[in-house]
Nanobody
Framework: QVQLVESGGGLVQAGGSLRLSCTSSERTYGMAWFRQAPGKEREFVAAKNGEQPGYAYAVKGRFTISRDNTKNTVYLQMNSLKSEDTAVYYC????????????????????WGQGTQVTVSS
């Protein structure tokens, strides 16, 4: 069973930055970040499935996803944070090739981390 471990969450002021990390116990093909705010459904944030990254409209231009395959680690650099970015952020992985809108569907992912809290104060 693949295990994903996230780190890097915390409390930051609006306009600040955080970098989340997610390390997998095994190499996975696709990796993504999702988030869930209180009372809301889990939503897609960013994915790195193949060469091209994908981003949710709400974070495009502010967040960057990257991977270090030598470390089985995916990162989420979050800049210009807003209060609406406050949520628990989850790392997800899959051994399948995903494309198009599939990368945004949490049901397509086989492995999940425990989540890390990100709180942005205004």
């Amino acid at each position: 069973q693949v295990q994903l471990v996230e780190s890097g969450g915390g409390l930051v002021q609006a306009g600040g930055s955080l970098r989340l990390s997610c390390t997998s116990s095994e190499r996975t093909y696709g990796m993504a970040w999702f988030r869930q705010a209180p009372g809301k459904e889990r939503e897609f944030v960013a994915a790195k499935n193949g060469e091209q990254p994908g981003y949710a409209y709400a974070v495009k231009g502010r967040f960057t996803i990257s991977r270090d395959n030598t470390k089985n680690t995916v990162y989420l650099q979050m800049n210009s944070l807003k209060s609406e970015d406050t949520a628990v952020y989850y790392c997800a992985g899959t051994g399948k090739l995903l494309y198009g809108d599939m990368v945004m569907d949490p049901r397509r992912y086989d492995y999940w981390g425990q989540g890390t809290q990100v709180t942005v104060s205004s």
